[in-house]
């Protein structure tokens, strides 16, 4: 019902350039917290749940806090906006930096919004994304049973709506 009406102005701003931007904005800083995600090695990996040590340690990482603060800007710029699918569209952007800086823990809170956004406003697709999200950061904090259960439900969500864009992070 609200995705008809997103090529339609609101609050004087051309709705299709709002996430689009706000995703720009959010990814400014993160390819240095992805590629500090992808290099370190198994072996490095502090496999512990020590959820205050392990964000000190991610925060002295190069690019992790700028990264941080660019996905918060950006989800702020939604919320100025009171623009619910840009809100919707930069949460996961937030959620998966935290997971990338092994922030779990401030991962959590943030899908489960996502989550009742986009039940709240019809974004099904973003639903499936939190939901996804959400198993990462569960099974990151040692919950793998309720990681498992949004994973499949993920692949459920993700399969109804015919995308196939997020099947490969699943």
Do not use: K
């Not at 917290?33 to 990482?61: M, T, V």
């Not at 092994?102 to 809170?109: E, Q, S, V, Y």
């Amino acid at each position: 019902r609200y995705a008809r009406s997103l090529r339609r102005p609101h609050n004087g701003v051309d709705d299709a350039r709002v996430p689009r931007a706000a995703a720009e904005v959010a990814l400014e800083g993160t390819p240095d917290l992805f590629l500090a995600r992808r290099c370190r090695s198994l072996e490095q990996r502090d496999c512990g749940h020590d959820e205050p040590g392990r964000a000190e340690a991610a925060l002295n990482r190069p690019g992790v806090e700028e990264g941080l603060l660019h996905s918060r800007e950006a989800l702020a710029y939604a919320e100025q906006l009171r623009h619910p699918h840009s809100i919707c569209y930069v949460l996961p952007f937030l959620a998966g930096a935290y997971l990338i800086a092994d922030m779990p823990a401030a991962a959590l809170p943030v899908t489960e919004r996502t989550i009742t956004l986009s039940v709240e406003y019809g974004f099904p697709q973003w639903r499936a994304g939190a939901l996804m999200l959400r198993a990462w950061a569960r099974v990151e904090l040692g919950d793998a049973d309720g990681g498992l259960t949004d994973c499949r439900a993920a692949i459920d969500a993700l399969e109804a709506t015919g995308t196939r864009i997020w099947m490969q992070f699943t």
